[in-house]
């Protein structure tokens, strides 16, 4: 994800980042290409496997917390997700909630949320629910609810934030925070595994779904953009980069290679990559400096015994209560 300040244009047009991401020396794709509708499934189908073991340490973080984090959230607040997926996480959180007045999730893939808004509707129909179709990275604006919240909490979990370089990270943070307005706060997961082997385990799993999720992006810019990659010429590789504390998803070429897309000819040498998404691991000090730059104060910090995974519960940083 690419990402500058708040006020101007945050992203350049789509086939821009895909072709210069391609023709730059060290070969890279906007890691939202991973979730089209396909990639959405394998991802969903990542988070059952016993060796991911973020989707399941979340889990356990919200049933054991969610009661105390309600009770500082306090009651009527209107909840937003950005890019809510599944929303398995978002329905335990807005039944922990002393009634929630509303729920905002957004999202780009527009059948997909509309679907989830319905079912929403279906269990909770006391909460007004208000999908909203976007491009969380960019600036959007939130629906007027029907009735007035007490307070906006902004819930965004899954290790997600870990998706975007630092420096977008922080101006994300501070978007939603300019987003939710000054009766904010923020509930927020994030993975801080620097075990190489669990690492590995869990992102380049034994079953092959992180591998098929990887390479379907190749067959996404074959569906939608008649590129010519042979999906079988690329290998899955997840490699740990310890200097950044980051997980990195490569696609390998297997051999010397030409492409087609759009035009342009991209030539691959055997052995060298395309970059497809950097999943940053911050330590617990990164993370708090990186909320603090953005406006959060951390409120409090909710961490599981056997992962290093935390909830973060921000506040604004001027809070005075
Ligand atoms: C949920 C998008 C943050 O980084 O762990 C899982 C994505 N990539 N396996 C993560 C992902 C490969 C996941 N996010």
């Not at 899954?158 to 943070?173: H, V």
């Not at 342009?264 to 497809?276: D, L, Q, R, S």
Request: include cysteine; charge should be neutral; charged fraction near 25%.
């Amino acid at each position: 994800m690419s990402h500058g300040s708040a006020a101007r244009p945050l992203r350049k047009p789509f086939e821009d980042d895909v072709l210069e991401g391609l023709r730059a020396p060290r070969k890279h794709l906007p890691c939202r290409l991973l979730y089209d509708a396909c990639g959405a499934e394998l991802f969903e189908q990542i988070t059952t496997l016993d060796a991911y073991y973020p989707t399941r340490t979340e889990l356990s973080l919200l049933h054991q917390h969610l009661s105390q984090i309600a009770h500082q959230v306090g009651p009527e607040a209107r909840v937003i997700e950005p890019g809510s997926g599944a929303a398995v996480k978002t329905r335990l959180l807005l039944g922990a909630l002393d009634r929630p007045s509303s729920f905002v999730p957004i999202d780009v893939a527009h059948d997909q949320l509309q679907l989830a808004a319905a079912r929403l509707r279906a269990d909770f129909p006391q909460i007004e629910i208000q999908p909203v179709t976007a491009d969380y990275t960019r600036p959007f604006e939130l629906p007027v609810p029907r009735h007035e919240a007490r307070r906006t909490l902004v819930f965004f979990p899954g290790s997600t934030i870990g998706n975007f370089e630092p420096s977008e990270a922080r101006a994300f943070l501070e978007l939603l925070g300019e987003i939710a307005g000054p009766d904010r706060m923020l509930l927020l997961g994030a993975d801080a595994t620097r075990d190489p082997a669990l690492l590995i385990r869990a992102y380049d799993d034994e079953q092959g779904v992180t591998a098929a999720f990887n390479k379907n992006v190749l067959a996404h810019l074959n569906r939608t953009r008649g590129a010519t990659f042979d999906v079988d010429a690329f290998v899955h590789a997840a490699i740990w980069n310890p200097a950044a504390s980051r997980i990195e998803m490569h696609l390998v070429s297997k051999r010397r290679q030409i492409v087609r897309l759009q035009g342009a000819t991209i030539t691959f040498a055997p052995g060298e990559p395309i970059v497809t998404e950097h999943c940053y691991k911050h330590a617990p000090e990164t993370m708090r400096a990186l909320l603090g730059a953005a406006g959060w104060r951390t409120r409090q910090v909710f961490a599981s015994s056997h992962v290093p995974y935390r909830l973060w519960l921000g506040e604004p940083m001027s809070r005075s209560r």
